[in-house]
């Protein structure tokens, strides 16, 4: 009736009907996954997420989002649903001196491969799925008695450095973990379980995954200010799960702007488009993005590129949710379709005005909507005056 392509509220009760009845006591291979809540703050409910009966590397694919964008969003949906999530009552400053459950689920999330693990239950987990805008869908729930890791944690050499040495600051220590080709998926785990930093806490995981793609992108932004300017004018384009994206790259002092494009029957959005937009330039940007954690999940797969080419350059991009996109799935959607769209084989162009038509073809919403709400294409067309005028006098 609401005229999505999908029914969020049937396929919730379509995964439910799948789930098979669970006891107060599970064993499986946690992919490795552990997940933080955030109501109650500083009081939270904290633990592992294990699939009953998953046996070894088959666990992997519940809790790495790099290897979902061929997976369907029922998929996902069914995916997700088979991971029991481990509550134990917390306080974030227990990170310090965590109790023997608390220890268990940090070592399990230092691993990079699965872990067997074993979980008793004050009750049989609540069946419930939760959906999200920043986290992935969960499934079942329930509280905790006993917790056994039941083999040894792969832990990387770097991990294993940078968790032991108390004295190097969290965004240090992620810099340093992304650096050695730790995955975000990884960092984002070990920061919400409290393993980072000199005063450590657990972080919710809501948080935890923005503040990770955000301490990245200013350790990556930081470097590319000084790289000189990119020479021509390119666009990249693609998406997944309904997030398309258009990216423009041009020469410039780096600068960074996100347009978001919410179509009518996208999840969260009304019966109108809506469009939201924020940017950031060479100076530190002061405030938490309006955008939410989705800015910083999108500006990451650009800013990676230009490091990786070391190439400074002024970045405006697209992000426009299609119908397609009926259900939420989590920001790592964002930063895969980003990642996705700049894997893409660039055009090129001989202005940004030829380039932005050329977007505007694989736009639904017009160029009249978006195209006045940037700041960023009207600081270019005013420097542009400015610099005719000049010439000319």
């Not at 310090?96 to 459950?101: F, G, K, Y």
């Not at 969960?138 to 832990?155: R, Y």
């Not at 920061?191 to 657990?202: F, P």
């Not at 935890?208 to 990119?230: C, H, Q, R, W």
Request: charged share 25%.
């Amino acid at each position: 009736m609401c005229g999505r392509p999908v029914c969020p509220i049937l396929e919730k009760f379509k995964t439910f009907s799948r789930f098979p009845a669970l006891s107060d006591n599970i064993f499986g291979a946690s992919p490795p996954s552990v997940f933080v809540g955030r109501y109650g703050y500083p009081q939270v409910s904290a633990g592992p997420l294990v699939p009953p009966d998953v046996d070894g590397s088959d666990a992997a694919i519940f809790d790495n989002s790099q290897s979902w964008s061929n997976l369907s969003i029922e998929d996902i949906i069914g995916l997700r649903s088979r991971l029991v999530r481990s509550n134990m009552r917390l306080n974030v400053k227990d990170a310090a001196v965590p109790d023997i459950m608390l220890q268990k689920s940090q070592e399990l999330a230092l691993s990079e491969v699965p872990v067997d693990t074993e979980v008793w239950f004050h009750k049989p987990p609540r069946i419930d799925m939760r959906f999200d805008s920043v986290t992935t869908p969960m499934g079942p729930s329930g509280e905790v008695t006993k917790l056994d890791i039941t083999q040894n944690p792969v832990v990387p050499r770097h991990v294993d450095k940078v968790v032991y040495d108390t004295d190097v600051r969290a965004v240090d220590a992620v810099g340093e973990l992304y650096s050695s080709d730790i995955s975000v998926d990884h960092i984002t785990r070990l920061l919400s379980i409290g393993l980072l930093g000199k005063q450590r806490k657990i972080v919710p995981t809501r948080w935890s995954i923005t503040a990770t793609d955000d301490m990245v992108g200013k350790k990556l932004s930081n470097d590319i200010k000084y790289f000189p300017e990119i020479n021509d004018i390119l666009v990249y384009s693609g998406g997944i799960h309904g997030n398309h994206f258009e990216i423009l790259v041009f020469p410039g002092a780096y600068a960074y702007e996100l347009i978001e494009i919410w179509m009518p029957k996208a999840v969260w959005s009304g019966g109108n488009v809506t469009l939201e937009a924020d940017r950031e330039d060479h100076r530190k940007k002061k405030s938490y993005s309006n955008l939410g954690g989705g800015y910083y999940a999108a500006r990451l797969p650009v800013l990676e590129y230009l490091h990786r080419t070391r190439r400074c350059a002024s970045i405006f991009t697209i992000r426009e949710i299609t119908p397609d996109y009926w259900a939420p799935l989590g920001v790592w959607v964002v930063r895969e379709a980003a990642k996705q769209a700049m894997s893409s084989v660039p055009m090129r162009f001989d202005s940004i005005d030829e380039a932005l038509m050329d977007m505007s073809a694989r736009i639904h919403t017009s160029i009249d909507r978006w195209k006045p709400v940037s700041w960023l294409l009207d600081r270019k067309t005013k420097q542009k005056t400015l610099m005719d005028f000049v010439h000319k006098y």
